[in-house]
């Protein structure tokens, strides 16, 4: 399987620059599976198209402003993203300078304070902040938000609420779970008074979800780690949920790839398994080819050409299908990705 497969054409002007002024008032592009046909609705719409005892999983991570700027001791200039908090002020993070900085190197920050570098962790380095309280307390005053890098604009202020869901807690990811941004108070509302559950697994998104997929082959792609936490409250939830005949809907990719991190297969009934409590890392690609188990329905934004999110949807809803819906939502003028419109798509029958 081609990487070159999973591409796509995408007008510039479909790549949403900004939000909306109300998160559910997004577009809904439902994508049952065949012969049904592709439905055009909003996200308020949710509560009609789900029913009592069906179970909403959100990611409820909480972005870090976790762009920094700094200068070397030589005067150069640093760009950093930080891709993961670690203790004792640490982090591990992409850095950009016209010279790579070396172990034992200090920069002097932007917001105040210094970073030495401790050395590299891959592609990433290990930097110990010297700055004034927490480094998650400091880097909320000192920090910048981690727009994508299609939203051709700064951060400024509405993106301080609007590039985090209304039920983010736990601080760690550098990128928002970006279905999640669809959701407001007066929905989640609505479909607690329709009887739908909602339960909360916490991935946190790491800089890795920017980096595209640079082998043709797909079997080639290596993942970045990621920190995630599935409960076993959630676990239980599912459990009952799907006893009950209702259905698991993840709210985002990032949700079906905690969910299946935590899943365990038997070896002995390769249609079988089940979900366990997990916390830990995660490298899982999910790409056609690959079962999905843990969700019966997936809401998601439109994701870029070529990447492994699009890749995730593909397995679970099939890709012809895929990119059928992508195709009609290109004609329809669906707006694309992080502050774009969503799909709800149904997993494929099993053959």
Known sequence: ???????????????????????SASRL??????????????????PQLLQPGDLLVFNDTRVIPARLFGRKDSGGQVEMLIERLLPDARARAQVRASKPPKAGGRIALEGGGQAEVLGRDGEFYLLRFEVDGPLEHWLSKAGRLPLPPYIRR????????????VFARRAGAVAAPTAGLHFDPALLQALRERGVQAGHVTLHVGAGTFQPVRVEDVREHAM??????????LVERVRRTRQAGGRVVAVGTTVVRALESAWQRDAAAPDGGELRPFTGETRIFIYPGYRIRSVDALLTN????????????????????????????????YRFFSYGDAMLLWGQSPS
């Open 29 to 46: 592009l439902l994508v049952p599976p065949v012969p049904e046909a592709f439905g055009d609705r909003q996200v308020r719409d949710l």
């Open 224 to 233: 970045h780690s990621e920190w995630l936490d599935v409960g076993a409250e």
């Open 154 to 165: 700064a951060p400024d202020r509405e993106d301080a609420a609007r590039y985090q869901t």
């Open 1 to 23: 399987m081609k990487t070159s497969d999973f591409h796509y054409d995408l007008p510039a002007e479909l790549i949403a620059q900004a939000p909306l002024p109300e998160r």
């Open 302 to 333: 439109f994701h870029l050409p070529e990447s492994t999110l699009l890749m995730l949807v593909s397995a679970f809803a099939g890709k012809e299908r895929v990119f059928e819906a992508y195709r009609h939502a290109v004609r329809q003028r």
